[in-house]
C-alpha cells in the first residue's frame, strides 16, 4: 500500500472511532408506544400530586421538581432537563417510596408506581 492509500485507511478508521458512538445512538430503537391511563384511575395521591405540578407546589419532598435523566431510556428521548420527576406519596411508606410523576415540557405526564421500571403516559388530567 503507498503512503497515500495509509493515510486514507488512517483518516477512514479516525472517523470510525470518532463517530460510531454518535451513530450507534442515533440506532437505539425508540420506547415502544406506552400504554395509557386515565388520571381519574391514578391513586388519590397521584392525582393530588398532578394538582400541585400544575399550581407549581409546594411540593413535599425536597428533590421534587428535579431533573429525570431518563437514563432507562423508557420515555421519548428529548435534551437533559426535558422532565422533571415528583413523588407520589405510598400510604404507610416512610421513604419517598416507588411512585412518581415525570413531566415532560411539552405537558406531557407519565406515571411509574414501580420506580421507572414501567411507566404509563397520563391522559384527560
Known amino acids: 500500500m503507498t503512503a497515500d492509500g495509509w493515510r486514507r485507511l488512517a ?12 451513530g450507534a445512538e442515533a440506532l437505539q430503537p425508540a420506547p415502544a408506544a406506552l400504554p395509557e391511563i386515565a388520571a381519574a384511575d391514578l391513586p388519590r395521591e397521584a392525582r ?14 425536597e428533590r421534587d421538581g428535579t431533573v429525570f435523566g431518563n437514563f432507562e431510556k423508557r420515555l421519548p428521548a428529548r435534551e437533559r432537563g426535558y422532565y422533571r420527576e415528583y413523588t407520589v406519596r405510598t400510604p404507610g411508606v416512610k421513604h419517598r417510596g416507588a411512585r ?7 405537558g406531557e405526564r407519565y406515571y ?8 404509563r403516559r397520563v ?3
Open 48 to 61: 393530588e400530586m398532578l394538582r400541585l405540578i400544575e399550581q407549581n407546589g409546594p411540593f413535599p419532598y
Open 100 to 106: 412518581r410523576i415525570v413531566a415532560g415540557k411539552g
Open 11 to 22: 483518516a477512514l478508521l479516525l472517523a470510525l472511532v470518532v463517530w460510531a458512538p454518535i
Open 112 to 119: 411509574t408506581d414501580d420506580h421507572y421500571q414501567s411507566f
Open 123 to 125: 391522559r384527560d388530567w
